[in-house]
């Protein structure tokens, strides 16, 4: 049986959960976008004293804030290659659960704008994309990625690049204007 370990810090939350056989062990979040560092090595902490050893990891790739990303993929990537276990990407965004047919789904992207996907039948048509709010008609905003449908997607994705949709904020001195 797998006992899959998700992490996810594309968003302002942390958020960890320990999942066997679609059954939730263990699950928390935390608020903090520039927490996602501590907050991710103790709610793994808990979710191993609670659930037990995972025998695989599944990581959100964002899209997301490029430190955040990398705080929760650098950790996924670490555990895994510790343990000797498989790590699988997700796209964060297709981990959002809508109980919609046709919708599209954003989060804060920072900056005054948004990441966003649209869907139709549960399956992203458009996206992953990065715009001002105004610029993206009908967007459900608000939500974060769930863990059992980070499970889900396990097995039908596995993402080895994060998604960033922009240069980061910081620049090598040479380049500064």
Request: charged share 20%.
């Amino acid at each position: 049986m797998t006992r899959s370990l998700t992490i996810d810090t594309s968003t302002s939350q942390t958020i960890v959960a320990l999942i066997e056989a679609g059954e939730i062990l263990f699950q928390a979040s935390h608020e903090g976008a520039m927490d996602h560092g501590a907050a991710v090595i103790d709610l793994v902490d808990q979710a191993i004293k609670i659930g037990g050893t995972p025998s695989q990891v599944i990581v959100g790739m964002g899209p997301g804030p490029f430190t955040g990303l990398r705080v929760g993929i650098a950790f996924a990537r670490s555990y895994g290659l510790a343990r000797n276990i498989p790590v699988v990407g997700v796209c964060s965004l297709d981990a959002i659960d809508v109980d919609h047919n046709d919708y599209t789904v954003a989060i804060d992207a920072r900056r005054k704008e948004i990441y966003w996907a649209r869907y139709k039948d549960g399956v992203r048509i458009e996206g992953p994309s990065v715009s001002k709010p105004d610029e993206v008609p009908d967007f459900i905003i608000g939500n974060f990625p769930s863990p059992k449908k980070m499970v889900e997607l396990s097995a039908q994705q596995n993402f080895s690049e994060p998604f960033y949709l922009r240069r980061p904020d910081a620049v090598p001195t040479a380049e500064r204007g």
